[in-house]
């Protein structure tokens, strides 16, 4: 290599691709070419290679992907994925022979301009795939450590969420990727921006495209600037098209179409030189237009819906800032309202043809919620991994949830609900007589107290209170619905939880840890201003993101209360049987028949999803891999928990089995000895509970758990993210090995 | 629960393809694509283990392997004729410990006799392990058909099927 070096090669060296990545090799095609690039070097894929060997770390990262199929990982799980390789990344330690040639290659003079450390993978920039944005880049860096710490986040990107989740287009692979880096002097340009040779908006049309912002291009590039847009024709680059503010001074609409004009000109000529369209990124200073990255326009559509909606995802703090704002203090009170004035609604008084209106407009607002849910909520929970991983960046803590535990102070509505029950309980024990006669009620096979029940149990001794209590409970915290029934139509089963609940495990209270991470935190941030940002932003999006499930299920109870309001009317009328179950799905049918003056009975098309096995082999899951979620180790019997009916058999003690622990369904969990989730990631419900109890708990588990049967005896380890279940099967030895 | 919503969260649990139908292809095309075995033998001191060149039935429910009569095995065999036998991939996946699939077998080696039966042990042995035919030649020469009672499969390092011939 020109350098001597063995990591560090610079643009005019004759290096392939494959060494320096795309970015950089793109980069010194243009400087060869004439153009003006930065002062730039380029540390190649060899010192990638000889970071990841020195450190151990490709077996770390085979282990983290390996533990179950990328396929099959939500989102969130990538995302868990990609943090905990980051984690490790972060922590490990730079080839000295690495540093020592940066130190030569960075004189103080380009130190004190900055240095711009960015990707160059192997993969980037493609004609096919640009996967713009993919990877990380870092700006501004002035001294060696914060060089350091940039060099570490950008090979740490290879292995992030968003590059998991693009794993095959990019042949993302533990022995053969890697990420190379290209070093650039700063410039501080008086105007940057983006520029693509031909529209990417339209590419029939024989126009290009410019934005330009003043000052670093970094904010055009994160989306926190709002550019000007300039259209300019191809054959006379005279712009046809802008969006420049009324405000606007003439001389600076002035220097701006000269600029734009100059960096119209490099685009075609680049387009030439590439011999296909291209995007670049330029800054301009005193006239002069360097440009500081040039690929290929990629024409990628973008098939896959959820994968473009989860790169949404990831606002930047100003948008998650104004997100959290709007959450807070205009949706969530929105939402609560609603909720509150739709239980207010007497609908036994409403003639049939109001009925149907008002399933229809239950119906209607629930949809709505659902669509504000995943377009506001779910991008608002995002704040916790955004403030995670600075927590971590600045930290690098052993475990890299430990974030969580700046988090837990707010109180969120589970919290309370968790609070009543347990003082219920209290009143609901003390009361020898009321515990009685709900004992001998339950056995009755009752679901739900009648006016006499509720007399007699007010003539026990503490009865008035407990049934004060009671009531206050089931208004606040149970007018929510699991599983298309609502809670509050079930008094068996919030009175056998209250008969349980005394035995249930509370959290621990661990405020002094919280102040030490809290004093740490702030202690190693260089901009405490943005730290206690993000923490403000975690807490928030943290606390709210069980209140948002909470409030939307009291909006989809009410729909089921009005549901189950024409189900008797409809029985009544001999049109629908007792044993049909009904759906949301069907809220248009019933509503269709309380208008009907028909006799004849319904049809209603919804079924209920069938997840029980119907393979028949005598294959049987013996140990089943999953997340490790929370650790510690735990044998019980496996409850099943998929309705109000579950609930009420669910034995404390057991290990809860479920698709996911909803918060509709979480204060089950201290009753619980371990929890078992299909639904991965480390930062959803049941895993946010059971860490605070410290119950065991393995998710992200996936089909094999349909095998699990209610009753079978199960062991869990949470540390590893493993289920070893009871050997039953083909038992041909008296041993009972369960591991491997 | 809210169904939308948890749909949403979901969707792939619907396209899983860990179904046992799948497992058990994985488990016959490990078997049936691997040559080499290690045999587990014991006596009352000590568990013993040998590699051995196997041929596996269709229905994976024999495995042959030869061996001399003056061999350790052969004389633990004698002993006791519960094995263990466990075929893996890792001379594929060398540098990948999750991708490694491994399977432990669990059953009984009973040495092959009567002559139409070695005949037809030889033949198996030999169409798959043609190099053999010096050691099968041989009057030391023993064969041992192993009747497979149960198949455990390992794969992304710990999740384990079991799987019971009929």
């Avoid at chain 1, 709900?438 to 049934?467: H, V």
């Amino acid at each position: 290599m020109g350098t001597g070096l063995k990591y560090i090669s610079t643009l005019d060296d004759s290096v392939s691709e494959t060494t320096i990545g795309r970015k950089s090799s793109s980069l010194a095609r243009v400087k060869k070419a004439g153009f003006i690039t930065p002062d730039s070097f380029c540390i190649n894929s060899t010192a990638y290679f000889e970071f990841i060997n020195q450190n151990k770390l490709q077996k770390l990262i085979d282990v983290e992907l390996g533990r179950k199929s990328i396929e099959e990982m939500r989102w969130e799980e990538l995302w868990d994925c990609g943090l905990r390789i980051r984690s490790q990344i972060l922590k490990a330690a730079i080839p000295d022979q690495l540093i020592k040639e940066i130190k030569e290659k960075i004189p103080p003079d380009f130190l004190k301009s900055g240095v711009a450390i960015r990707s160059s993978s192997l993969q980037e920039d493609m004609k096919n795939a640009s996967f713009a944005g993919l990877y990380d880049s870092y700006l501004n860096c002035n001294n060696f450590l914060s060089i350091f710490d940039a060099i570490l986040k950008v090979w740490a990107s290879l292995w992030s969420d968003r590059a998991l989740l693009y794993r095959k287009e990019i042949n993302l692979d533990s022995e053969n990727s890697a990420m190379c880096i290209l070093a650039q002097r700063m410039i501080q340009g008086e105007y940057s921006g983006v520029g693509f040779s031909t529209d990417p908006n339209d590419r029939t049309s024989d126009h290009l495209m410019i934005e330009i912002v003043p000052g670093l291009c970094s904010g055009l590039v994160d989306g926190s600037v709002e550019p000007i847009n300039y259209i300019l024709d191809r054959s006379n680059l005279e712009v046809i098209d802008s969006k420049e503010r009324i405000e606007k001074q003439h001389s600076t609409i002035e220097i701006n179409h000269n600029i734009v004009r100059n960096v119209g000109k490099i685009l075609l000529e680049l387009e030439d030189l590439f011999k296909h369209p291209v995007d670049v990124e330029w800054s301009s200073k005193k006239g002069r237009i360097t440009l500081l990255q040039v690929r290929p326009i990629s024409y990628r559509q973008e098939k896959d819906e959820k994968r473009s909606w989860y790169l949404t995802l990831t606002p930047n703090q100003k948008k998650l800032s104004s997100l959290a704002d709007e959450v807070e203090k205009e949706l969530i009170p929105k939402l609560k309202y609603e909720g509150n004035q739709l239980a207010l609604e007497k609908l036994t008084p409403l003639s049939n043809p109001d009925l149907a209106e008002k399933i229809t407009s239950r119906l209607h607002q629930l949809h709505y919620w659902r669509e504000v849910y995943k377009e506001k909520f779910i991008p608002l929970a995002h704040g916790v991994r955004e403030f995670g991983q600075y927590y971590n960046d600045n930290l690098k803590p052993q475990d890299p949830y430990e974030f969580i535990y700046l988090l837990k102070s707010c109180p969120r509505i589970a919290g309370q609900r968790f609070k009543a029950l347990k003082e219920c309980s209290a009143t609901l024990v003390k009361s020898k007589g009321v515990s009685a006669y709900l004992t001998t009620w339950l056995a009755q096979s009752r679901k739900k107290l009648t006016e006499k029940n509720i007399i007699a149990i007010k003539n026990e001794p503490n009865g008035k209170s407990f049934c004060e209590q009671y009531n206050l409970l089931k208004k606040k915290y149970f007018d929510i619905a699991i599983n298309s029934a609502c809670w509050k139509n079930r008094d068996d089963v919030i009175i056998t939880l209250l008969l349980n609940y005394s035995t249930a495990k509370s959290p621990l209270d661990d405020n002094l840890k919280e102040q030490q991470l809290l004093n740490q935190y702030l202690l190693t941030t260089d901009n405490a201003s943005h730290a206690k940002a993000l923490l403000k932003i975690g807490r928030l999006s943290w606390s709210l993101r069980d209140d948002d499930n909470l409030l939307l299920s009291k909006i989809e109870s009410q729909l089921i209360l009005a549901l189950n309001q024409a189900k008797e009317r409809l029985i009544s009328l001999g049109r629908l049987q007792r044993s049909v179950k009904i759906n949301e799905e069907d809220a248009h049918t019933i509503a269709q028949a309380l208008t009907e003056t028909s006799s004849k009975p319904i049809r209603l098309t919804s079924k209920e999803r069938n997840h029980a096995n119907n393979v028949t082999t005598n294959i049987k899951p013996r140990q089943i891999k999953g997340q490790p979620a929370v650790p510690g180790t735990v044998s019980g019997i496996a409850c099943r928990i998929s309705s109000l009916d579950d609930i009420k058999k669910f034995t404390p003690g057991s290990i809860i089995l479920c698709r996911a622990v909803d918060p509709n369904m979480t204060h089950l969990i201290p009753l619980s000895s371990g929890i078992i989730e299909q639904r991965g990631g480390m930062l959803i419900h049941g895993v946010i509970i059971a860490r605070e109890l410290g119950i065991p708990c393995v998710n992200g588990v996936g089909q094999a758990l349909d095998s699990v049967n209610n009753g079978d005896r199960l062991t869990i380890d949470g540390t590893l993210g493993i289920i070893i279940l009871e050997k039953k099967c083909g038992d041909i030895n008296s041993n009972n090995e369960s591991t491997d | 629960m809210d169904k939308k919503k948890f749909d949403l969260q979901n969707e792939h649990l619907h396209k899983n393809d860990s179904n046992k139908n799948a497992v058990l292809s994985k488990i016959r095309r490990l078997l049936l694509s691997e040559d080499f075995a290690i045999l587990c033998t014991k006596d009352e001191k000590a568990a013993y283990g040998s590699l051995v060149a196997f041929y596996i039935s269709d229905d994976l429910k024999h495995l042959i392997f030869a061996t001399p009569d003056y061999t350790n095995k052969y004389k633990l065999l004698n002993y006791c004729q519960q094995v263990s036998i466990v075929v893996d991939d890792r001379a594929k996946h060398q540098n990948k410990i999750s991708n490694i699939s491994a399977i432990t077998m669990n059953g009984q080696a009973t040495q092959v006799t009567g002559k139409d039966n070695i005949d037809n042990a030889k033949a198996k042995l030999l169409d798959k392990h043609g190099y053999l035919d010096e050691l099968t030649a041989s009057d030391s020469c023993v064969f041992f058909n192993v009747e497979i009672k149960r198949c455990l499969y390992v794969t992304h390092i710990q999740e384990v099927y079991e799987w019971v011939p009929d």
